[in-house]
């Protein structure tokens, strides 16, 4: 599936405001996605941001 970040860009390899993204559904609390390092990582599906909860997020679908 295809998602789109809009929030806060945060971390040199983590995600950016409107960029699209690759991603599975991991379970009903995370997507996997590869974000802008390349690899895949688990970002919640409400709520996504860095882990020191400094800014927050949201995903829209672009393509199931």
């Known amino acids: 599936m295809k998602l789109k970040y809009i929030g806060p860009s945060f971390g ?3 995600l950016t405001n409107g960029k699209i993204y690759e991603a599975t559904i991991e379970d009903q609390d995370y997507y996997r996605v590869i ?3 390349g690899e895949d990582y688990l970002y919640f599906r409400e709520d996504p941001g860095p ?6 997020g949201r995903w ?3 393509e199931e």
């Open 12 to 14: 040199v390899d983590e």
């Open 35 to 37: 974000d802008d390092s």
């Open 60 to 62: 829209e679908i672009i």
């Open 51 to 56: 882990t020191d909860g400094s800014c927050h």
